[in-house]
């Protein structure tokens, strides 16, 4: 069976030197590429790859914007991450995205085809470094931090007040901060936790135990 990938970064000569190692190893076929989170995006509904190998840092929408949004509209196209970005924000935000696959670069061709051949059959994997990364972050203590890493220190503050059940006004009371800036603080918590009401936002607080009452 055929892997069929899609190659997504905004460098060409990475695309290329994709492109070239793939056409190197037997059951590869590079099916497109593109140069934008929109045009990878646009790829994977219209392509259909088995596997879309995405960067973080990618013109018009992200690559984690782009991830999240493949996740929701073509299921079956697994994203692998081949990027630079190695600190724990990029890491696992990514993983929240969708992402199966987590690899930086300047890894050696034979673990990138690995990865993409690992991704395609259905698999999660990411680089020795990442790895370690990612079970250091599950080994740390649970924090505020460690749970919503997303959200600015502020911003867990208000979720960990509106799990509290306090309305605007009383946090932003509580906080010494006007009204309106509680309100725009809880329109980028609702962005970044992907909800749409309070109550959506009460439960994911209070499930990973953010939240006194």
């Given amino acids: 069976m055929t892997v069929r990938i899609v190659v997504a970064d905004d460098h060409g000569i990475v695309r290329e030197g994709l492109a070239a190692l793939l056409s190197a190893r037997d059951g590869f076929e590079l099916v497109g590429t593109a140069a934008t989170g929109s045009e990878a995006v646009r790829a994977a509904v219209t392509l259909k790859p088995d596997v879309l190998v995405m960067d973080i840092q990618m013109p018009e929408v992200t690559g984690i914007e782009a991830t999240r949004e ?30 199966r696959g987590y690899v930086l670069k300047g890894a050696a061709g034979d673990n990138v085809i690995r990865a993409i051949a690992a991704v395609a059959d259905g698999g999660a994997i990411f680089g020795p470094g990442i790895a370690r990364r990612t079970l250091a972050y ?41 009204t309106a800036t509680i309100g725009n603080h809880i329109t980028s918590i609702f962005a970044k936790l992907q909800v749409t009401t309070r109550a959506e936002a009460i439960v994911r607080a209070r499930t990973t135990g953010l939240g006194t009452n």
Wanted: glycine letters at 4%.
């Fill in 70 to 99: 493949i996740a929701r509209v073509a299921p079956d196209v697994a994203v692998l991450m081949l990027t630079m970005f190695d600190d724990d924000e990029s890491v696992f935000a990514a993983m929240r995205a969708g992402a």
């Fill in 138 to 178: 599950l080994s740390r203590p649970r924090t505020d931090e460690a749970l919503f890493p997303e959200l600015t220190p502020r911003e867990r503050e208000v979720l960990a007040l509106i799990a509290d059940g306090l309305g605007n006004a009383a946090i932003a009371s509580r906080l010494n901060l006007a």
